[in-house]
């Protein structure tokens, strides 16, 4: 799928493409991921006519039951809310919020006070993410998921959704 559009989400289907012309970063966003979407995906950019410069990728799709799929949680105006989620012991954690178009953005880390991890055991950490002042704005939803980075590559696999409501 090609972009086409520059520093504008653009979707086709459960897949949207931004293509940051600041950054120099092309994100690729699959919702709803089933095992159909494993294969080898090609991420690069057309140099002339004749070359193109690109990555190979290999996506698989696995299913892992012991991660929530799905939590609600509740909170009351201006009070504080304390949100869990666990992640392989090997990878970073992922916080994000939903916007409209159902890509997940980066918090703004005043809205988070605190982000802590803790491991549970040898395979997992427990991350517990504190949000501050619980304002309407809050309300919404939010994923967690583990990060990983190659070279040129960030996989960032979202695997708990948490509906945050207010009371």
């Not at 410069?53 to 698989?60: D, G, K, M, V």
């Not at 916007?99 to 491991?119: A, P, Y």
Request: net charge negative; aromatic share 8%; charged share 25%.
């Amino acid at each position: 799928m090609n972009p086409g559009v520059q520093d504008e989400w653009m979707e086709n289907g459960d897949v949207s493409l931004y293509d940051d012309t600041r950054a120099g970063v092309l994100m690729v966003f699959f919702r709803e991921l089933k095992a159909a979407d494993a294969g080898t995906y090609r991420c690069g950019v057309n140099v002339s006519h004749y070359t193109e410069r690109f990555t190979e990728l290999q996506l698989s799709v696995k299913h892992d039951a012991k991660y929530p799929k799905s939590v609600t949680e509740s909170a009351h105006l201006g009070e504080e809310v304390n949100i869990t989620c666990q992640i392989p012991e090997e990878h970073e954690v992922h916080f994000c919020k939903e916007d409209d178009n159902h890509i997940c953005q980066n918090i703004s880390s005043s809205k988070v006070t605190q982000m802590n991890g803790s491991s549970e055991r040898n395979e997992e950490r427990v991350f517990t993410v504190i949000i501050s002042n619980v304002s309407v704005r809050d309300a919404g939803v939010y994923w967690c998921g583990a990060e990983t980075r190659d070279t040129y590559l960030t996989f960032i696999s979202l695997n708990t959704k948490i509906q945050l409501k207010l009371i």
